[in-house]
Nanobody
Framework: QVQFVESGGGLVQPGGSLRLSCIASSTMFRMYVMGWYRQAPGKQRELVAEITLGGRTTNHVDSAKDRFIISRDITKNTIYLHMNNLKPEDAAVYYC?????????WGQGTQITVSS
């Protein structure tokens, strides 16, 4: 079972940038469409962005379409989420997983706080 470990979160001021990383435990992740998800307090987890095996990307959150970029480095078993011009509403725990997600593969996520 492939597992994911997310990192790169933290406290950032509005307008700031972060790059999240997600390392997969197995090269099997190369067989899947991969995505970044987020869950804010009191809200359901939502898919933020995905990347296909061929590298095609899709952003699913309208407010982030011009600010977030998903990418992958197959040689490092890693996917990234580049986040620019962060807003308070982006604060959440961010996770990576396949699309659709493998329930048993959810990691601990990485927390992002946006505050001045």
């Amino acid at each position: 079972q492939v597992q994911f470990v997310e990192s790169g979160g933290g406290l950032v001021q509005p307008g700031g940038s972060l790059r999240l990383s997600c390392i997969a435990s197995s090269t099997m992740f190369r067989m899947y469409v991969m995505g970044w998800y987020r869950q804010a307090p009191g809200k359901q987890r939502e898919l933020v962005a995905e990347i296909t095996l061929g590298g095609r990307t899709t952003n699913h959150v309208d407010s982030a379409k011009d600010r977030f970029i998903i990418s992958r480095d197959i040689t490092k078993n890693t996917i990234y989420l580049h986040m620019n011009n962060l807003k308070p509403e982006d604060a959440a725990v961010y996770y990576c997983n396949t699309v659709p997600p493998i329930v048993a593969s959810w990691g601990q996520g990485t927390q992002i706080t946006v505050s001045s």
